[in-house]
C-alpha cells in the first residue's frame, strides 16, 4: 500500500513539473493581440520554455491561421475553431477577428522559431537557428541561446551560437556588456557583423562605446578588403568564361568564314532549350536518382540540335552570300526573328525553368564574405575544356586543316580536291554546335527563354572584333579581360556605368589597333 502511495506521489510531482510551462490561454491571447512590443515580449517568455502546444500555436500565429476574441484566441484548422490549450475543438464567434502580422511580428516569429530550433538532433538545423538568431538579435532571448549553448557539443555550432549571444548582447542597457559585445563580435570578419555593428553604431551614445564600435568596424573592413578584391577577380573571370563561350562559336562563323551571322544568339537560345527538353524527359522517363546526370546528356544534345541548325542555315541561306557581308547580316537578322518566333510557338513566351543539378547547387567559401558557387565554377572548367578541345579541332585534325586551309585559299585548296562546299558547312555547323554548348551552361546560371541570345551578341561580336578576328588566343585574352574589367568598373561606378566605360574603351582600342589584339588571318582579311 505504501508503495502504491509513493508511486502515485511520484506520478504528480512529474506531472506537475512537466506542465510547469504548459501553454496558458493568456500566454496565447497575449502572443496573438495587443500591440507588437507587448506580443513579441510575451513571445519571447514563452519560447524559454516552449513545450509542443507553444510550439505548435507559435506556428499557426506564422501561418494566420489564429483568431482572437476578447478573452482567448483560437486556432484555425479546416473552418473550425480548437482551443491551443487542450485541443478541443470550439465555437468561434462571430466578434472573432483574424491575427494580424506586421513585419516586424513576422520578424520575431522567424527569430522564435529559429530559437525553437536549437534543441533539434541535425547539426545542419542547429547552426541554421544560430544564424537566424544573430541576423534578427534580442535580448530577451539571451537565456534562451545561453541553454543552447551550454548543451552543445559541435564546435562549429558553439561559435555561431557565441555570435548570437554577442548580437543579443549588442543592444543590451548595460554598457560592460555593450562593449563585451563588441570585443566579440570584432573577431567575426563578416559583412553581417559589419552591418550589426554600423546599425549599432547609428543610435549608440556612449563615448567609449562608440568608439569600440569605430575600431571594430575598421578592422573589419581591413580584413574584408581582400576578400572583396578575390570576389571581383572570380566574378570577372566568370563573366568572361560566359563571353568566351558565347564567342568561341563566332570565332569561327565571324572570325575565320567571315560571316556576320546575327542569328547566333539564337543558336545560343536552342542549346538552352535543347537542355530544357533533356531536363523534361529525364524528369518524366528515368528514376528521380538519374536526374543530376541530365546535364552531362544534355551538352552532345545541345551540341547536335545547334549544330544541325547551323548546317541548314548554312547550305540554304549562306551560301549564297558568301563574301557579301551586308547580305549575311540582313538575312540572318531576319532568321533570327524566324527562330525566336518558332520557339514562342512551340514553348510559350515566357521563360522556362532549367534546374541546376544537386552537384551543382551551393558553393566553396574560401573567406567570410567570399564564397565560390558551383555551378560558376563548373562554367569555368567546361569553358575551359571547350576552347581545348575547339583548338586541338582546328590545329591538330584533318578537318580542322581543311577549315583553315578554305578560310586562308579557297582556290588552292580545291585545286587540291577539298570540297570546299563541305568544309564550309561542316565549319558554320561546328560554330553552331559551340555557341549551343554556350546555350546549355548559361542555362544553369540565367533565364532561358526566347530572348536569351540577345543579351549576349553583341558582347560576343565585342570580344571577337577585340581579340582579333580569327584568333582563338586573342578570343580568349579578350573575353576574360573584358570580363575582369567590367566587374571592377561595376563594383566602383554600378552595372551601367560599366557597361558604357567598356563600350568606350572597346571604341577607343579598336581606333588605336584595328586589328585587335593579334593580326587579322583569314578570309576576312583578303576580302
Known amino acids: 500500500m505504501l508503495r502504491w502511495m509513493l508511486r502515485a506521489v511520484l506520478a504528480a510531482l512529474v506531472g506537475v513539473m512537466a506542465n510547469a510551462h504548459a501553454l496558458t490561454g493568456e500566454q496565447a491571447l497575449a502572443i496573438a493581440s495587443g500591440d507588437s512590443a507587448a506580443r513579441v515580449e510575451a513571445l519571447n517568455k514563452a519560447v524559454l520554455d516552449a513545450d509542443e502546444k507553444t510550439i505548435a500555436f507559435i506556428q499557426a500565429v506564422a501561418d494566420d491561421a489564429v483568431k482572437v476574441t476578447a478573452d ?47 534543441t533539434s538532433p541535425d547539426e545542419q538545423v542547429r547552426a541554421e537557428a544560430a544564424d537566424a538568431l544573430f541576423k534578427d538579435p534580442d535580448e530577451s532571448r539571451l ?78 573592413d581591413a580584413s574584408l578588403v581582400w576578400g572583396e578584391r578575390l570576389a571581383a577577380v572570380f566574378s570577372g573571370v566568370s563573366l568572361g568564361s560566359v563571353l568566351l563561350l558565347a564567342a568561341l562559336g563566332l570565332a569561327i562563323t565571324y572570325g575565320l568564314m567571315g560571316v556576320i551571322n546575327m542569328a547566333h544568339g539564337e543558336l545560343m537560345m536552342i ?11 529525364f524528369r518524366s522517363y528515368l528514376p528521380e536518382s538519374w536526374f543530376g546526370f541530365y546535364l552531362v546528356a544534355a551538352i552532345p544534345v ?12 548554312e547550305r540554304g541561306v549562306i551560301r549564297f552570300l ?16 524566324v527562330l525566336q518566333q518558332l520557339v514562342r510557338t512551340f514553348f510559350g513566351a515566357q521563360n522556362v525553368g532549367v534546374e541546376n543539378p544537386g552537384w551543382m547547387s551551393g558553393g566553396v567559401q574560401l573567406m567570410n564574405n567570399l564564397t565560390l558557387p558551383w555551378n560558376r565554377i563548373c562554367i569555368i572548367v567546361f569553358a575551359a575544356l571547350v576552347l581545348l578541345a575547339m583548338g586541338w579541332l582546328i590545329g591538330r585534325t584533318r578537318l580542322g586543316l581543311f577549315v583553315r586551309g578554305v578560310t586562308q585559299n579557297r582556290p588552292i585548296a580545291s585545286c587540291m580536291g577539298v570540297n570546299t562546299a563541305r568544309i564550309d558547312t561542316y565549319a558554320f ?31 560576343s561580336f565585342m570580344v571577337v572584333v577585340m581579340g582579333g578576328v580569327g584568333q582563338l588566343a586573342g578570343t580568349v585574352y579578350a573575353a576574360l579581360g573584358l570580363g575582369i574589367l567590367n566587374k571592377f568598373i561595376e563594383g566602383w561606378a554600378g552595372a551601367v556605368l560599366a557597361k558604357i566605360a567598356v563600350l568606350v574603351f572597346l571604341i577607343v582600342f579598336i581606333q588605336k589597333r ?8 583569314g578570309r576576312s582579311a583578303e576580302a
Not at 77 to 99: L, M, N, Q, T, Y
Open 429 to 459: 555547323a561546328l560554330g553552331s554546335g559551340i555557341a549551343g554548348l554556350a546555350g546549355c551552361a548559361l542555362s544553369q546560371i540565367g533565364n532561358v527563354g526566347p530572348d536569351l541570345g540577345q543579351s549576349y551578341i553583341v558582347d
Open 72 to 118: 482567448k484566441a483560437i486556432v484555425m484548422r479546416d473552418d473550425k475553431g480548437f482551443d491551443p490549450v487542450s485541443g478541443a475543438e470550439v465555437p468561434v464567434p462571430e466578434s472573432a477577428e483574424d491575427v494580424v502580422n506586421n513585419n516586424y511580428m513576422r520578424s520575431a516569429l522567424d527569430a522564435a522559431q529559429a530559437a525553437l530550433r536549437l
Open 143 to 220: 537565456a534562451l541561446v545561453e541553454k543552447a549553448l551550454a548543451a552543445e557539443k559541435s564546435d562549429a555550432v558553439k561559435a555561431r551560437l557565441e555570435m548570437a549571444r554577442a548580437a543579443s548582447l549588442i543592444s543590451s542597457q548595460d554598457k560592460g556588456r555593450r562593449l563585451q559585445a563588441v570585443r566579440l563580435l570584432s573577431e567575426s570578419k563578416s559583412p553581417g557583423t559589419k552591418l550589426l555593428l554600423n546599425e549599432r553604431l547609428s543610435s549608440e551614445d556612449d563615448a567609449e562605446v562608440k568608439a569600440a564600435l569605430k575600431s571594430a568596424i575598421v578592422g573589419i
Open 514 to 521: 584595328p586589328q585587335g589584339i593579334f593580326a587579322v588571318k
Open 322 to 337: 558568301y563574301g557579301r557581308p551586308l547580305e549575311t547580316l540582313l538575312a540572318t537578322w531576319g532568321i533570327s526573328l
Open 271 to 281: 542549346g538552352a532549350y535543347a537542355t530544357y527538353v533533356v531536363q523534361g524527359l
Open 302 to 313: 545541345a551540341f547536335c540540335a545547334s549544330a544541325l541548325v547551323g548546317a541548314i542555315l
